[in-house]
């Protein structure tokens, strides 16, 4: 067998597609005042670590890890060969092994800071080291194999061209597949859209109809009919449990013959031509799975009503389902069982009714998520975290590098923590670590704990070096929690604190002003969250100020670094509603104007001014949600997304295009290269925690659930 050439394995093939032409924006005007970077916070997504593995369904052995062990791995499909023989010409350009490839891969992954769609070629290796067991699809015999090589070839994603990708499928030669590429124009609306690229060609058709969201595609086994999950004309609501999506179906070619089946369904999964598998939360408080039988003949979706029959029962959560057109007698679903804290994978024989194990008695400490099987329905694949590199070592990355889509001037960087903000010089980063709060040297070295306490929020003096503002205590609490702001001076060989408010009437996001005289942050101690200013030095004691005022909430306040204006979030448009938008106000009290609003009852929060005063990054659901909740691990608010703004409230940019919580950024004055500061902390990987909302508590259904579906249908659940 011929070794593969490195040259190989790094010949990564770029397809330039003919997306529609963005404008092209006017870059030049946005540096933000000289080149600057942009560090924000993604919930958890640094302890994520996600490789694509797969079992045979004939036994919890031999478990195979299909992925390299880079970036985050994750939604795989096994392609057909029919399939692969199309696209042969991207293939061809490869050197690769004599012998037959074990099998291939199509998956999305994150690598270089930039969602993208992949397709391995996986190999048994020829070298030295002989380390694993794989089964011999011909006489079902487990033999020892070399270790597994791949050659990579990229399908999909550019780092000129920065959105998410999600849910890929190879059908004929075209990928099929969601990207968060084009913007709706409508705020708070979804950007998730189903294409489909011929991959030889590049021609790429847009199948989701214009100002619509598509997630979770699925392309029936003979290709002619996708399914989505969709909210349709109705847009999304809010929701960041169960999406109240809807399941549509359409021709595959053009988008065409649009219909929806099922009304209250996510996740479609075809077992042939007429027959769906999904999932929905049921009544009784259980995700469960359901199959569907569309009146679909000769090709043509009939009038007759759609059957649909729950086939997971109550007393456990089903999800996430995968059927085959090569074995319909089992599907394969993600669980969560009463009593286990993780989510496996297991198959159900739709005949027997029968569960089968599947990950458990592998890793059984581990969370499964988002099945698929392959062609012959001999294996199946999902992802999990990898646990530690190949070389035995964690790799979280303290600061990782983002492909920036709009902003050449400005480089934009996760932080393995949240609420940074920058010495004045860019010099050095201070950050939340729970519990505890941090400085750093802003190449990622020096790092030091400056305080152990519960905090969050952090902000740095103008004037004098080494002043760090933060809060103590409990974060998203009421107006009376006990929550006061200190300054730390952090230069001190045993860092040094002075207590500024005393009240404990959540006093919070400290901000300085830039002459170093003057503390805005917020307080409950009216009873309501209002902002206020104080002396820098010598806090409330020294001179408190009331800068707004009435019965809502004004919070997470940022002073420019012109003195002239204090940008903040508030909900006073609609108390208690959990809708904020932005407003600056002067420090003077005077001025007070709206900067942005996402939709109606949407959410921009956590405004940062630009070094020169001129615009704002902020979190927004500006960009509705990407995914279902689902198959994703847990997030608050999974629609969060980093935004740009013009201070005036004008011309908002998306900088980051995915499905988690990305929340808290700050601007640094400093451009960060990152070469420089992208390295590894040595932190522990995956700890990420499942969706909190799944309860398998046995007891009776919890009254929000009630409430949830008092108006859907109560047959939707029946046996
Ligand atoms: C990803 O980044 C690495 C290191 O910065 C670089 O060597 C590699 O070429 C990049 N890969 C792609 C596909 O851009
Ligand atoms: C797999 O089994 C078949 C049938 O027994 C055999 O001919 C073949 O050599 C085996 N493959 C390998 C890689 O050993
Ligand atoms: C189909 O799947 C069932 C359930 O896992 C299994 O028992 C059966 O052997 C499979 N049939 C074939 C032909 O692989
Ligand atoms: C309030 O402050 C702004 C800028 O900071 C200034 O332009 C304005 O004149 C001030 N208004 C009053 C009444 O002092
Ligand atoms: C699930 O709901 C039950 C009933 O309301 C409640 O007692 C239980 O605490 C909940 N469990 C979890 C894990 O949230």
């Known amino acids: 067998m011929v070794e593969m050439k490195p040259s190989s394995l790094q010949a990564m093939i770029t397809v330039f597609f003919n997306f529609i032409v963005l404008p092209v924006l006017a870059t030049a005007d946005l540096d933000g005042g000289g080149a600057t970077s942009i560090v924000f916070t993604t919930l958890g997504r640094s302890s994520y670590a996600f490789d694509i593995y797969s079992l045979p369904i004939s036994g919890p052995a031999n478990e195979l890890k299909l992925t390299d062990g880079e970036s985050i791995n994750f939604n795989g499909h096994f392609p057909s060969f029919s399939s692969l023989s199309k696209i042969n010409p991207l293939l061809a350009k490869h050197v690769l092994p004599s012998a037959a490839p074990l099998l291939h891969l199509i998956y999305v992954t994150e690598r270089n800071g930039s969602s993208s769609i992949y397709l391995d070629t996986v190999f048994h290796s020829t070298g030295p080291r002989s380390t694993l067991e794989v089964p011999n699809e011909s006489n079902g015999n487990y033999e020892r194999v070399k270790e597994l090589k791949r050659v990579q070839t990229r399908l999909m994603g550019s780092n000129r061209r920065v959105s998410m990708k999600d849910r890929p499928s190879l059908v004929g030669e075209s990928l099929i597949y969601v990207s968060t590429h084009e913007d709706p124009g409508v705020p708070r609306a979804s950007w998730a859209a189903v294409y489909s690229t011929e991959l030889v060609t590049g021609m790429t058709r847009r199948l989701t109809p214009k100002e619509m969201a598509d997630f979770s595609p699925a392309v029936s086994p003979s290709g002619i009919w996708t399914a989505v999950a969709s909210y349709g004309e ?14 549509y179906v359409f021709l595959t070619q053009d988008g065409s013959n649009r219909v929806k089946v099922i009304e209250h369904g996510g996740w479609p999964s075809w077992s042939d031509d007429s027959t769906l598998y999904f999932h929905r939360r049921c009544e009784d408080g259980w995700w469960s799975v359901f199959r569907a039988t569309l009146p679909i003949q000769n090709g043509q979706l009939g009038v007759d009503p759609v059957a649909i029959q729950r086939v997971t029962p109550p007393g456990l959560h089903a999800f996430t389902p995968a059927a085959s057109i090569a074995n319909k007698s089992f599907i394969a679903v993600a669980t969560r069982r009463p009593g286990n804290d993780y989510r496996h994978i297991e198959l159900l024989n739709v005949v027997s009714n029968k569960f089968t194990e599947l990950t458990r008695p592998v890793s059984p400490n581990v969370h499964h998520l988002n099945p698929f099987i392959s062609t012959d329905a001999s294996r199946v694949g999902y992802h999990r975290c990898r646990g530690v590199n190949n070389d035995g070592e964690s790799n979280n990355l303290l600061l990782e590098n983002l492909q920036n889509p709009l902003l050449p001037g400005i480089s934009l960087f996760r932080i393995d923590g949240s609420f940074p903000s920058f010495s004045p010089d860019g010099e050095r980063i201070a950050y939340v670590k729970l519990p505890g709060v941090y400085v750093m040297n802003h190449d ?37 929690t006990k929550v006061d702001i200190i300054s730390i001076n952090v230069d001190d060989d045993v860092p040094s604190y002075k207590q500024l408010t005393f009240g404990g009437e959540n ?13 805005a942050f917020r307080s409950g101690r009216s009873g309501h969250k ?43 448009e609609n108390p208690g509603s959990g809708s904020f938008e932005l407003f600056k106000i002067h420090p003077n009290g005077t001025g007070l104007q709206k900067v942005i609003e996402s939709g109606s009852g949407g959410r921009a929060n956590h405004p940062w001014f630009s070094p020169d005063g001129k615009y704002i990054v902020l979190t927004s659901d500006y960009a509705g949600v990407s995914a279902e909740p689902i198959s994703n691990p847990h997030h608050y608010q999974p629609y969060g997304d980093i935004f740009v703004i013009k201070s005036d409230g004008s011309d908002i940019r998306r900088l980051t295009h995915n499905s988690y919580e990305d929340g808290t950024p700050a601007w640094s004055p400093k451009y960060m290269k990152a070469v420089d500061v992208e390295w590894s902390n040595g932190g522990t990987q995956c700890s990420f925690e499942d969706c909190h909302w799944l309860n398998t508590s046995t007891s009776t259904i919890t009254p929000v659930v009630e409430a949830y579906y008092s108006s859907a249908p109560k047959m939707q659940c029946a046996q």
Request: glycine share 12%.
């Open 444 to 480: 990622g070295s020096g790092e030091r704990s400056v305080s152990t306490r519960m905090a969050f929020t952090t902000a740095w003096d103008w004037k004098r070096k080494g002043v760090v503002y933060t809060s103590v205590g409990p974060t998203f609490a009421s107006e009376s």
């Open 507 to 519: 006093n919070a996001f400290p901000s300085p002003s830039p002459d170093g005289k003057w503390v």
């Open 234 to 247: 109705k847009g999304w609501a809010g929701d960041v449990e169960e999406l109240g999506t809807d399941i």
């Open 530 to 572: 209002n902002l206020y200013i104080m002396d820098a030095l010598n806090g409330e004691a020294g001179g408190l100020y009331r800068l707004t005022e009435g019965p809502w909430s004004d919070t997470m306040c940022n002073w420019s670094p012109d003195g002239d204006w204090i940008a903040f979030a508030s909900d006073r």
